[in-house]
C-alpha cells in the first residue's frame, strides 16, 4: 500500500452479499423464537400450537436465507 | 409431544417431498432440453439440496418437540445454524464444479424452496390444532 491511498481494500464484494443474506434471517429467527419462548411461559399449555407456528416462521426466514446464499449462481 | 402437531409435521413432510419431485421432475425436463445432460444433473442436484435443507428444519422441530424446552430450542436453533453454515459451504463448492449450470440450480433451488412453503403453510391453515393438547 502506497502513502495516498490509506483505506485499500482487496476482496470479493459477494463475500458482504453472504454477510447479508445472514443479517435479515438471523434477526427473523431471533424474533421468532424469542416472541415464542414467550408466550410458552405465558401460556406453556399452548405450547404444541405455538410450535408449530414458530416453525412456519423460521421455515419462511430459512428460505429467504438459501435464496440469498444461492444468488452468486445467477449475479456473478 | 402433542400427537396433533406431530401430524401436521408428518404431512407437510410427505406433501412437501410429492412437490420437490415434481419440480425436480419439471425443471430437469427444461435444464436438458435447454442445456442438456448438465442442466438434468444440476436440476436434480438443486432439488434435492432443497429437499434436504427444509425437510432438516422440520426433522428438528419434530424431535425436538420431545425435548424439554432448552434442548428444543438448542435443536431446533443449533440445528438452523449448522444447516445454513453446511448450505454456504455447499453452495461454494458447487460453484467450483464445471457441470453446475449457475440459473438452473438457483431456479431449482428457489422454486423448491417456495414450492415447500407453500405446503407448509397450507398444512398449517388447514390442520386441526386443539388449543390445549395433551402431551404424552
Known amino acids: 500500500m502506497d502513502a495516498v491511498n490509506i483505506a485499500e481494500l482487496s476482496g470479493n464484494i459477494a463475500v458482504v452479499g453472504y454477510g447479508l443474506a445472514a443479517i435479515g434471517p438471523g434477526i427473523g429467527v431471533g424474533l421468532v423464537v424469542s416472541k415464542t419462548i414467550e408466550s410458552i411461559a405465558r401460556q406453556p399449555e399452548l405450547a404444541g400450537k405455538l410450535q408449530v407456528t414458530m416453525w412456519l416462521g423460521i421455515a419462511f426466514t430459512e428460505a429467504l436465507a438459501l435464496i440469498g446464499l444461492a444468488t452468486p449462481f445467477i449475479f456473478v | ?136
Not at chain 2, 404431512?11 to 432440453?33: N, R
Open chain 2, 1 to 136: 409431544m402433542a400427537s396433533s402437531s406431530t401430524q401436521v409435521f408428518a404431512k407437510a413432510l410427505k406433501l412437501s417431498a410429492l412437490l420437490v419431485v415434481s419440480v425436480a421432475v419439471i425443471c430437469s425436463i427444461i435444464g436438458y432440453l435447454v442445456v442438456g445432460v448438465d442442466g438434468l444433473w444440476t436440476a436434480l442436484i438443486g432439488s434435492a439440496i432443497a429437499l434436504v435443507f427444509t425437510s432438516l428444519t422440520v426433522l428438528s422441530v419434530l424431535f425436538g418437540a420431545r425435548l424439554p424446552l432448552g434442548g428444543f430450542y438448542g435443536l431446533v436453533l443449533g440445528g438452523w445454524l449448522l444447516k445454513i453454515v453446511l448450505f454456504a459451504l455447499l453452495m461454494a463448492a458447487l460453484q467450483r464444479m464445471d457441470f453446475i449450470h449457475g440459473p438452473t440450480l438457483f431456479f431449482a433451488i428457489v422454486l423448491s424452496v417456495l414450492g415447500s412453503l407453500s405446503i407448509d403453510s397450507w398444512v398449517v391453515l388447514r390442520s386441526r390444532i386443539p388449543t390445549i393438547d395433551s402431551r404424552d
